[in-house]
């Protein structure tokens, strides 16, 4: 069980805005940046969202991310089937001296 | 353009010993801190190690510490991971990634390392 809380699924139908939380401490998301990752299955992860709520070049604006406290969230707007992928929310933890991935969460496009 | 290609994967017994090798190009790599991410059979991403670019920082998973261990020849441009006393447990595929400013950017296709007697 990871450290970083995420929840196993999320769905929606298309059109829809989902959101994705990553529950931490203080020592992880209390004092770092938030990064996630989308992974589409037998391929490697893919940057989706860093320093808590940038978006990397060619990145759709429907994605966005937010972070307050020790928790984050991601969220997709406008939801498309293409989106349909596992996602992670990543961050360092300065009482581990080590970065953490969140369980991950597989998104189903209804 | 940036490249990672990871090699060195197989099968191993329990209590084994296996080297993964990444080559890089496309990139300075002496610049960058280089990681070794896994991910086993049907689960998620776990971090396993990072290094910098000089090798003076090296951060493990609290999973490998003591048995991993991760070295660069920036001369190469390669980035390796020593991996001893295998366990099922270190069953799945292992991806390099090329880290800047705390982004995980590149990352390689991944090698699959199966623990198994």
């Known amino acids: 069980q990871s450290v970083l809380t995420q929840p196993p699924s999320a769905s929606a139908t298309p059109g829809q805005r989902v959101t994705i939380s990553c529950s931490g401490t203080r020592s992880n998301i209390g004092s770092n940046h938030v990064y996630w990752y989308q992974q589409f299955p037998g391929t490697a992860p893919k940057l989706l969202i860093y320093r808590n709520n940038q978006r990397p070049s060619g990145v759709p604006d429907r994605f966005s991310g937010s972070k307050s406290g020790a928790s984050a969230s991601l969220a997709i707007s406008g939801l498309r089937s293409e989106d349909e992928a596992d996602y992670y929310c990543?961050?360092?933890?300065?009482?581990?001296?080590?970065?953490?991935f969140g369980g991950g969460t597989k998104l189903t496009v209804l | 353009e940036v490249q990672l290609v990871e090699s060195g994967g197989g099968l191993v017994k329990p209590g084994g010993s296996l080297r993964l090798s990444c080559a890089a190009s496309?990139?300075?790599?002496?610049?960058?801190?280089m990681n070794w991410v896994r991910q086993a059979p049907g689960k998620g991403l776990e971090w396993v190690s990072s290094i910098g670019g000089s090798s003076t920082s090296i951060y493990y998973a609290g999973s490998v510490k003591g048995r991993f261990t991760t070295s660069r020849d920036n001369a190469k441009n390669s980035l390796y991971l020593q991996m001893n006393s295998l366990r099922a447990e270190d069953t799945g595929v292992y991806y390099c990634?090329?880290?800047?400013?705390?982004?995980?950017?590149?990352w390689g296709q991944g090698a699959l390392v199966t623990v198994s007697s």
């Open positions: 990634a090329r880290e800047e400013d705390q982004q995980l950017l590149n």
């Open positions: 496309g990139f300075s790599f002496s610049t960058y801190s």
């Open positions: 990543v961050v360092w933890d300065d009482s581990l001296s080590g970065r953490l």
